[in-house]
């Protein structure tokens, strides 16, 4: 099993950064590409190509901001499911999360704002059928809960002074 996290070009580091290092936490297998919708589709294809036709089971991420058709065009030439993750953005008072969102009928990648959540999807999807990996997805959102319970217990001791 594993997550390809596929960026749209090399600024997206810092974003994809953020999604592996969740995918770290949970033991997920990942390999990190680059390749634009855009400049160099045929290479995009090409990868795609090279993923989708192996026997391992995978889930794509998809990092690309303003016009994202990175994940479109992922998800329009795999079987495998697509997230769509990409970077915030302030440009066009952040419309441009519509290009992610907005996709034509039979193109449907999943789309998580935030690169924590996505990976979270993506060892979900592939926990399925990995006891093990639910078990350290769970142990990771039990530990996101105690850190609220731990917050909350710290507010209300600043009551009692």
């Not at 969740?22 to 160099?40: I, M, Q």
């Not at 969102?101 to 193109?107: F, K, N, Q, S």
């Not at 999943?110 to 979270?120: C, E, K, M, S």
């Not at 078990?135 to 530990?143: G, L």
């Amino acid at each position: 099993m594993r997550v390809v996290v596929l960026s749209g070009s090399g600024s997206d580091a810092p974003w994809v950064d953020k999604i592996v290092a969740v995918l770290d936490t949970l033991e997920v297998p990942y390999v990190r590409r680059v390749g634009s919708a855009h400049r160099v589709p045929e290479h995009v294809l090409s990868l795609l190509a090279g993923y989708d036709n192996d026997s391992v089971p995978t889930v794509f991420i998809t990092v690309a901001g303003m016009s994202d058709a990175l994940s479109g065009l992922t998800d329009a030439n795999v079987q495998s499911p697509v997230i769509a993750c990409p970077p915030a953005s302030n440009s066009f008072s952040g419309l441009d999360i519509l290009s992610s969102l907005r996709t034509p009928p039979g193109v449907a990648p999943a789309t998580a704002l935030l690169p924590t959540n996505a990976a979270i999807v993506a060892a979900k999807i592939l926990g399925l059928h990995d006891p093990a990996l639910r078990d350290r997805i769970a142990d990771y959102q039990a530990a996101a809960a105690e850190r609220v319970m731990q917050a909350d217990t710290e507010q209300a001791g600043d009551e009692d002074q």
